[in-house]
């Protein structure tokens, strides 16, 4: 069954906060997150310039800093977060 969640109140602001932040905490360039989350080097630049995007891409996005938030780290409170996947191990 597929994970579904609804995007109440997520935009654009909330992936650059998650964005923003997870950068900061793991050492990385808004750009390299770009590329880890949504396969875009420009994908933050490009919402800070005010490009719109699709509810299908930010569920994308989110689901994919939910799977990769490190647990150091608390999420947002005022974002909803979809439930991580659970990663596969090699055998």
């Known amino acids: 069954m597929r994970n579904i969640f609804h995007f109440r109140g997520m935009n654009s602001t909330s992936l650059l906060r998650l964005g923003r932040l997870y950068a900061r905490v793991n ?14 080097g420009r994908f933050f630049g490009r919402l800070e310039a005010g490009h719109t995007i699709t509810e299908a891409r930010i569920a994308r996005v989110t689901q ?15 974002i909803p977060r979809p439930q991580p996947r659970s990663r596969r191990t090699s055998k």
């Open 64 to 78: 994919a800093f939910s799977d990769r938030w490190p647990s150091r780290l608390a999420w947002p409170p005022d």
């Open 27 to 40: 050492g990385l360039a808004l750009s390299t997150v770009g590329r880890q989350v949504a396969n875009h």
